[in-house]
Antibody
């Protein structure tokens, strides 16, 4: 069974840092591109960042570019999101999501974690 | 990249059919056949319901169907059931960023 389990969320002050983790199991982690998607309280989904299978390529939403860094450790089957210079507007549930295999020629998220809540407040 | 436009809410009685629209541009919905739909119950993670405009993953009821015309995609739920009450989000591959999501639609079963 495919599983994605996020951790690392919590309360942080504006300007602070936090590192989220997403532990994967039940599939060949190193074969898949993985994304972070967030959802502010009562709001919709917003794509945040993605990393390709061998970590050679990353991409970020404009709102987090320069502040967030996505990375992965394929030996540990784990995805990370380092979040620096956090702002109140970064408050959200952060989900990791697996993108369908690139070889399929399609683009969608076929598995999601349960999410971890990040609250930025003084 | 602006969010795709969805109606805030749609409602229907059990057994009825409802349709949720998702309007984008030629740079996302209109430009690619990579529209997907996700169902999200309160406090839960999103669940894939439709991919590539009109394909259902294994295990998703055939009461859910998708379509697209120009820059607007649609999700239809037929034979509405109480368990269908949830938030629904469309998503599309986009030229300017890998993915863009819709604003979300709350489906209420009357």
């Amino acid at each position: 069974e495919v599983q994605l389990v996020e951790s690392g969320g919590g309360l942080v002050q504006p300007g602070g840092s936090l590192r989220l983790s997403c532990a994967a199991s039940g599939f060949t982690f190193s074969s898949y591109w993985i994304h972070w998607v967030r959802q502010a309280p009562g709001k919709g989904l917003m794509w945040v960042s993605r990393i390709n299978s061998d970590e050679s390529s990353t991409s970020y939403a404009d709102s987090v570019k320069g502040r967030f860094t996505i990375s992965r450790d394929n030996a540990k089957n784990t995805l990370y999101l380092q979040m620096n210079s956090l702002r109140a507007e970064d408050t959200a549930v952060y989900y990791c999501a697996r993108e369908v295999l690139r070889s399929s020629g399609s683009y969608y998220f076929d598995s999601w974690g349960q999410g971890t809540l990040v609250t930025v407040s003084s | 990249q602006s969010a795709l436009t969805q109606p805030a809410s749609v409602s229907g009685s059990p057994g009825q059919s409802i349709t949720i629209s998702c309007t984008g541009t030629s740079s996302d919905v209109g430009g690619y056949n990579y529209v997907s739909w996700y169902q999200q119950h309160p406090g839960k993670a999103p669940k894939l319901m439709i991919y590539d405009v009109n394909n259902r993953p294994s295990g998703v009821s055939n009461r859910f169907s998708g379509s697209k015309s120009g820059n607007t995609a649609s999700l239809t739920i037929s034979g509405l059931q109480a368990e269908d009450e949830a938030d629904y989000y469309c998503s599309s591959y986009a030229s300017s960023s890998p993915y863009v999501f819709g604003t979300g639609t709350r489906v209420t079963v009357l």
